[in-house]
């Protein structure tokens, strides 16, 4: 019997202080759906944490951003990660972004010798996001 194939898949956890409202913020933005709802401890350090699984298609396929909230531990304070989004229309991204209580920080910016314009952005709670339109489509 054939080993089955490795298909890599990706996930990021996202550490925030409310996992809903986080959840709440990155569906209505990026158009991400909820896939499930986890409760527990976590198996390292035994700390409690909720988190809410999101993907593109609303089915635990492919890749998955979570919101993931230690219930015992402050906010977190620093970055500890930048979020990459790609959208084929990043002045409605903004508007979703700034509607939904995001910020953009700086502005948006042409780079055509890398084929993109980019908008980074914070979350209401200040998780930087890199977020990318093609200017051109790779062949």
């Known amino acids: 019997m054939a080993d089955a194939p490795f298909i890599p898949s990706l996930f990021t956890k996202l550490i925030v202080a409310d996992e809903e409202k986080m959840s709440d913020y990155y569906c209505a933005v990026y158009g991400l759906k909820p896939v499930q709802r986890v409760a527990g401890a976590s198996a390292g350090e035994g700390e409690t944490f ?15 951003l979570v919101m993931f909230n230690f219930t015992d531990r402050p906010k977190p304070r620093d970055q500890q990660v930048i979020l990459g989004f790609i ?23 042409d780079q055509p010798d890398h084929g993109v314009r980019v908008q980074f ?8 996001a890199e977020n990318v339109q093609l200017l051109f489509a790779h062949g």
């Open 87 to 109: 959208s084929d229309d990043i002045e409605a991204l903004n508007a979703r972004i700034v509607a939904n209580g995001g910020k953009l920080v700086g502005p948006l910016t």
């Open 121 to 128: 952005s914070e979350d209401p709670e200040g998780a930087l």
């Open 50 to 64: 909720r988190e809410v699984i999101l993907s593109t298609t609303g089915e635990m396929t492919g890749q998955t």
